[in-house]
C-alpha cells in the first residue's frame, strides 16, 4: 500500500521535504532540477537551459559532443575509438585539424601515394594502325583511347582513371603504351587503404 507521509514529506519512501518538486541529494537538501551529478551536487538550471549529465557523470548545461564530453569538439569516433574533431582517412581512422585527407584517402598525404606508374603490352593490327608514332595524331590517339579503356576494365577502376603517357616500339613488331593511372578515393579503397606503391607494366602492339 505505500508508506504514509507525515509533516507534508512526499515520495516513495517519505523522503522529499515539503515544497521540494526535485529530488533530494544525498545530503537531504532538495534539488530542484531532480538531476544530481555523481558527485552528489544538483544541477542547475542555467539561462533557461535544463541540465543533464555527461559521460563523467558531472552536470552539464551545453552541448555534448558524440563522445559524450560536455562542450566538446568531437564530430565522429574512428575505428580504434578515438573521438576524432576532424575527418576519418580511408582507414577509418581520425585526421584531426589541421591536417586534411589527401585525394588517396591519405591524412596529411600530398596526393601522391596513390599514384601508380605501370607498363602494358598489347598486340594490334600495326597496318590499320598506321601513323600511330604522331603524338595527337587520330591514330595514337585511336590506340591511347583503347588501352585506357581495356586497362581500366581489367583492373576494375573507373573509366578515366587510367592515363597513356607515351607509345613506343617493342622489337620489330610491338608497340608499347607506358601509363600512369591515379587511384583517387574509390581506388584507394580497392588498394587497401589508399596505400603508396607504383607497379609495372607495358602495353605494347605487335
Excluded: H
Excluded at 581500366?152 to 613488331?173: F, N
Amino acid at each position: 500500500a505505500g508508506c504514509v507521509c507525515n509533516g507534508g514529506y512526499s515520495g516513495t519512501f517519505c523522503y522529499t521535504p515539503p515544497g521540494c518538486s526535485g529530488t533530494v541529494l544525498p545530503s537531504g537538501l532538495c534539488c530542484p532540477s531532480g538531476i544530481a551529478s555523481k558527485s552528489g551536487d544538483c544541477c542547475q538550471t542555467i539561462n533557461g537551459t535544463a541540465p543533464f549529465m555527461d559521460k563523467a557523470g558531472a552536470c552539464c548545461n551545453t552541448k555534448l559532443d558524440v563522445c559524450g564530453v560536455c562542450g566538446g569538439d568531437a564530430i565522429v569516433i574512428d575505428a580504434v575509438g578515438q573521438c576524432c574533431t576532424g575527418v576519418l582517412d580511408s582507414s577509418s581512422r581520425c585526421c584531426a585539424p589541421p591536417s586534411v585527407v589527401d585525394e588517396c584517402g591519405v591524412c596529411g598525404g600530398g596526393g601522391s601515394s596513390c599514384g601508380l606508374a605501370a607498363s602494358y603490352q598489347k598486340s594490334v593490327d600495326a597496318g590499320a594502325l598506321d601513323g600511330w608514332q604522331t603524338v595527337g595524331s587520330s591514330q595514337w590517339a585511336q590506340l591511347k583511347t583503347k588501352i585506357e579503356g581495356e586497362v581500366a576494365g581489367s583492373m576494375g577502376l573507373a573509366a578515366g582513371k587510367v592515363t597513356v603517357t607515351s607509345l613506343t616500339t617493342v622489337g620489330a613488331r610491338r608497340r608499347v603504351a607506358r601509363f600512369a593511372r591515379r587511384l583517387l578515393e574509390e581506388i584507394g579503397g580497392a588498394a587497401g587503404g589508399g596505400g603508396g606503391g607504383g607497379g609495372g607494366g607495358e602495353g605494347g602492339a605487335g
